[in-house]
């Protein structure tokens, strides 16, 4: 009945926060994975791609080689929306269309959209509730660092290629705060299943 959106700065906890409710029993669709999928070699959205940016863009196996797009459109304004203008369509179709399979699956489902980009590119209109992870850039950056093996230059560069962390709290329901231990990053978002129930009348009971 309910949908979600969850969001956050990269290296925020989000994904941590969306397999938490995943286990309460969330239908989770996730953002990123909904682009690799529309990305696959037969796709609409490769072929534009393709065409857009040329032959460079495709692997050795015939895939989309996302490394070398990401290395032509990083940096570049026009080339990034360029490609937003093919993908973000798509995105939100096929997103839409998957939300209408979960509910009509379960009209009771509870249905969280993982999307990193929501300051970006989706707005609020459609949700029952935004849910932001919060943790500061000079977390998300170090956890980049210490995690993922980043240079501190190459995370803080990506940190600030995406909103501002004001820009993403404006938009919020509710705030996880990410920036201290995993179990209290859990607890609270076992509390937020529960207000999920509250304001739903049912689910997260």
């Known amino acids: 009945m309910p949908l979600i959106a969850l969001t956050g700065g990269i290296a925020s906890g989000k994904s941590t926060i969306a397999r938490r409710l995943a286990e309460h ?26 065409d857009a940016f ?30 937003n203008a093919i993908v973000h369509p798509a995105v939100r179709d096929e997103t839409r269309r998957r939300f209408a399979e979960a509910f009509a699956a379960d009209p009771q489902a509870v249905v969280v959209y993982d999307v990193p980009l929501l300051a970006e590119a989706r707005g609020t209109g459609e949700w029952d509730v935004v849910v932001v992870a919060h943790a500061p850039a000079e977390t998300r950056i170090r956890r980049m660092v210490d995690d993922r093996g980043m240079t501190r230059e190459e995370a803080a560069s990506r940190v600030s290629s995406q909103a501002t962390d004001d820009e993403r709290l404006a938009l919020a329901d509710v705030v996880v705060d990410t920036d201290g231990s995993l179990e209290e990053t ?20």
């Open 25 to 50: 029993g969330a239908v989770v669709v996730d953002a990123d994975q909904t682009v690799r999928d529309l990305q696959q070699p037969g796709q609409p959205v490769f072929a534009e791609i393709v």
């Open 54 to 83: 040329g032959a460079g863009v495709v692997a050795p196996d015939g895939s989309l080689d996302r490394p070398a797009l990401g290395s032509i459109v990083f940096g570049d304004d026009e080339g990034r929306a360029r490609l």
């Open 186 to 205: 859990l607890r609270q978002a076992d509390e937020l299943w529960r207000r999920i129930g509250t304001m739903t009348g049912g689910a997260g009971e």
